[in-house]
């Protein structure tokens, strides 16, 4: 299915939480839209859903206009931040929910319920079918939660933070599995996230939000490595930003003409006084601390009055020395304009 | 808290303790032992004597609480349901006055609007509903008492069930309405059984206080025909001065209340 | 944040219900207020044939306001006596300090579960014997059973909201917990106190089982001076009596509801 949104303008109070938002999610794909918190990406999978009505703008689904359509008629399964699996209902009943509704008939309900917690690889845990939400893992529950939302053969499944519940460990693992089960079924999908690195490491398509707006949109890889908009590039792991410019020799001078951003794993230190191989920008810092990380050092050097993060093999020493960035890691922003590399 | 200022503190507690087992407990110990005495003699005539002539009454009670209740939860959890479902302000503040109407006020309300030539047979009559003059018997039997005991209770059960129902989160509503459940099936799916420990209390506490309902039978029965328990148990104690049997009357409904009894003894061992 | 959908079968139904919900609650005590103004009314009019606030300034005079003043006394004793008496014991709880804790916690709230008339006519019978029996002492001692119970909890809620460590903190510069007590923590709870007392005076007020056995026919306030007119047909009187009865609490529901807490609330519905 795919799904196109032009103009959409929501206002909760006096806050703007969707500023104009257009976008076209390609049938088939997995779109990552990722934010901070209070960027509108919530409000925009809600209008997705049908739960929200745009005050703007309008929703299309495979060529269909649905901004007005009830949530019920849109095809949309929603999986919630916090599963929303009802605990008097064991899981099948959670599961065949919305085949009841659709009056299936029981036979064809069961055969619906168990083909789906096959899907997602439930069918293993013998007997879990007949248990409730609160005796399952954390893992568990949010496989049931997409059972529930896939059971009903949505054209459109909508994740809400799916993975935030879960601890560290099983989340790396359950991104996985949802991007395996997405590409099984081809499902268009909307994944919604505050995790950067969760979106650039699922998705298709990413969308990245600020203020009620959609600042850069496209393949992750393109937008990690070309970030148009100051705000984006930090979002994406920019850690240092220095306002300043750099030098026909390399050195970074402080100014307030421009905004320099980098990520503190391109940032070298080097002893004071080393001679400088010519594609680097450099400035001469001084080390203020270093702590051990497991697999790095991070290092705080001041550089001027900012300090900035740079990630070493080796721990380096308080005192006098030079931070170095390559020129084609380092990202240039003139005043707010848009990105101009090198 | 020094040994000193724990005995001062104790000592000040003490006596809104000994004011309540004055006027509670002692009376209550008092009715207990009163209901197996007659004439100085330790007997169960009293109880004999209640059900020989207090017995159909004891099921008329238990009848009219038991529809009082049944009303007050069906309007109730159909009400509380629209007001978490779509929120309504002005009704839902219009359906609390009625807990601020003393019960008295109620039971003569009532009367005046139910009764055969009451208020609401001229108003069904004015308006061409029934033919004017004519009087409807609402007020004088079971029916009335139920519909009496229902408005006064109503306002508190949906007040409960609002306040537990908003306790569900929206998404497991949402999650519902997504799969095209409608007011119905999500008061009725979801919110019901996502709520069924207050909903329990609720129902609970309302058919204890019906059971017990005094002033409301009191200003509107017509003084013939079954009768509720405490009316029994009043003229039984004031007119007749036979505090036995009106003892035993009373600890009959100590006993069809004890499951209120449990209830609030949990809620303290909480 | 839920979109409506504003079908037409959702708009009727939903007016339907808001007129049935209207008339069945403003109802009843419409006809109060009708009969209220009634100077007579044969059936079977509608109306009223001649209106007039003769029975009103009835009420201004005699033994209606002889039973409202007396009603306010009772009510004004009672309140300072059940919250003076309350505090130390709802404080003690709130801390979890109580001696003998959940049997004594019980004392205080069996007297809503069980059912309140025959207790109350055991206590007659003891009233009488201790010669307490239709006098103004016994009526307020029938209604501190009532008042005890709803002081003790709402204050109880009301210091169990206060963290002990603003009380800690002030005992860690040196002050003792009965000064902690008056200086932090009664000061911080005075808006649970000033409902817990607006909540006991209306309880005295509108009090009747109890009233009616201990104190008629010597002591009579006027939830039972509007039963004895109701009983003797007065209908005019006695729907003035329930109209004024009516008025302290709908006067609170007006002010107060956004500021009174549900589980207050919860305590008016057994009034």
Redesign the interface.
């Known amino acids: 299915m795919e799904v196109r949104v032009e103009g959409l303008v929501k206002r909760y109070g006096r806050v703007l939480a969707l500023a104009g938002v257009n976008h076209v999610f390609p049938s088939g794909a997995l779109t990552a839209v990722v934010g901070p918190s209070g960027c509108g990406k919530t409000t925009l999978l ?1 209008v997705l ?5 745009p005050e703007e703008g309008r929703v299309w689904m495979d060529g269909r206009d649905v901004t007005g359509v ?4 849109r095809r ?3 999986v ?3 599963y ?1 699996l ?4 064991t899981v099948f009943d959670n599961v065949a ?2 085949l009841r ?2 009056r299936l008939p029981a036979s064809e309900v069961e055969r619906r319920v168990r083909e789906t917690l096959a899907l997602v690889e439930l069918d293993r845990v013998p007997g879990i079918e007949r248990r409730r939400p609160k005796e399952l893992s954390g893992g568990q529950q949010q496989r049931v939660a997409l059972a ?1 939302a896939l059971a ?1 053969r949505p054209g459109l499944l909508l994740l809400d933070e799916p993975l935030s519940n879960l601890d560290a460990k099983v989340r790396q693992r359950v991104r996985g599995e949802i991007r395996t089960l997405q590409r099984r079924t081809g499902i268009t999908t909307v994944y919604v996230t505050h995790d950067q690195e969760e979106a650039l490491s699922i998705a298709d398509d990413l969308v990245v939000m600020d203020g009620g707006r959609i600042v850069q949109s496209g393949r992750p890889e393109e937008v990690y490595a070309h970030p148009e908009d100051p705000f984006v590039a930090e979002f994406l792991g920019s850690t240092n930003v220095l306002n300043g410019t750099v030098g026909p020799d390399g050195r970074i001078l402080p100014s307030s003409e421009g905004r320099l951003l980098f990520r503190a794993e391109d940032t070298a230190v080097w002893p004071a006084g080393q001679s400088l191989p010519p594609d680097y920008a450099w400035a001469p810092a001084e080390v203020v601390d270093c702590l051990f990380l497991g697999h790095v050092y991070r290092a705080y050097v001041r550089l001027g009055d900012t300090v900035v993060l740079a990630d070493t093999k080796a721990r380096v020493g308080p005192g006098q020395v030079v931070v170095a960035v390559p020129r084609d890691r380092l990202l240039i922003f003139s005043g707010s304009e848009p990105a101009a590399r090198r | 808290m020094n040994r000193w200022e724990r005995w001062g503190w104790t000592l000040a507690a003490l006596p809104a303790v000994l004011v309540l087992l004055v006027t509670f407990g002692l009376p209550l110990a008092q009715s207990l032992a009163a209901s197996f005495v007659r004439d100085g003699r330790p007997t169960l005539e009293n109880y004999a004597l209640v059900y020989r002539l207090y017995r159909q009454d004891v099921l008329y009670t238990l009848g009219v609480a038991a529809a009082g209740v049944l009303l007050t939860f069906a309007c109730g959890i159909h009400l509380a349901g629209y007001f978490r479902l779509r929120a309504w302000p002005w009704v839902e503040f219009l359906l609390k006055v009625p807990l601020f109407v003393p019960f008295v006020v109620t039971g003569h309300a009532m009367r005046v609007f139910l009764q055969p030539s009451g208020t609401l047979s001229l108003a069904l009559g004015a308006l061409g509903l029934v033919a004017p003059g004519t009087r409807l018997g609402l007020g004088e039997g079971w029916l009335g008492l139920v519909l009496a005991l229902t408005w006064k209770h109503l306002a508190l059960v949906v007040l409960l069930l609002v306040g537990a129902f908003r306790a569900v989160d929206d998404s497991y509503l949402e999650a519902a309405q997504g799969f095209g459940a409608g007011y119905l099936r999500q008061t009725w799916a979801v919110l019901v059984p996502m709520s069924a420990t207050p909903l329990a209390l609720a129902c609970v506490l309302t058919l204890t206080s019906m059971l017990g309902s005094f002033s409301i039978p009191l200003l509107m029965s017509r003084g013939s025909g079954p009768q509720m328990l405490m009316i029994d148990l009043y003229y039984r104690f004031g007119q007749h001065g036979d505090f036995g049997v009106a003892s035993a009357l009373g600890v009959i409904s100590y006993v069809l209340a004890s499951g209120a009894v449990y209830a609030y003894l949990r809620s303290v061992a909480r | 944040m839920r979109s409506p959908s504003p079908s037409l079968l959702g708009l009727v139904g939903r007016a339907a219900l808001g007129a049935l919900v209207l008339v069945a609650v403003v109802g009843p005590l419409l006809s109060l207020g009708l009969w209220s103004v009634a100077e007579r009314w044969h059936w079977p009019a509608p109306f009223p044939q001649q209106v007039g606030m003769k029975y009103w300034s009835r009420m201004l005079q005699g033994d209606p306001l002889r039973a409202l003043t007396r009603g306010v006394t009772i009510a004004s004793v009672t309140t300072v006596l059940a919250l003076a008496m309350a505090v130390p014991v709802a404080y003690l709880a709130a801390r979890r300090r109580l001696p003998a804790g959940p049997l004594a916690l019980a004392l205080f709230i069996l007297p809503q579960a069980f059912p309140q008339l025959p207790v109350f006519a055991s206590a007659t019978v003891l009233f009488y014997r201790w010669n307490l029996a239709g006098t103004v002492p016994g009526v307020v001692l029938i209604h501190l059973v009532g008042g005890l119970v709803y002081a003790v909890w709402t204050l109880t809620a009301a210091f169990r909201s206060i963290g002990p460590e603003l009380e800690e903190a002030a005992q860690n510069l040196g002050a003792s917990t009965t000064r902690t007590f008056f200086r932090v923590t009664l000061p911080l709870a005075m808006p649970g106190v000033v409902a817990s007392a607006i909540l006991v005076f209306l309880h005295s007020l509108d009090e009747f089982n109890g009233t009616l056995l201990v104190g008629a026919p010597y002591v009579t306030t006027l939830p039972v001076y509007m039963y004895t007119a109701s009983l003797g047909y007065e209908l005019q009187i006695a729907s003035v009596t329930a109209l004024v009865l009516m008025v302290p609490g709908v006067v609170l529901l007006l002010l107060l509801e956004r500021f009174l807490r549900a589980e207050y609330l919860a305590f008016f519905g057994h009034l």
């Open positions: 809600r859903a049908g739960f929200v009505q009830p949530p019920q008629a949309c399964a929603l919630f931040q916090n929303a009802w605990p008097h209902m929910f919305g509704l659709q529930r009903v």
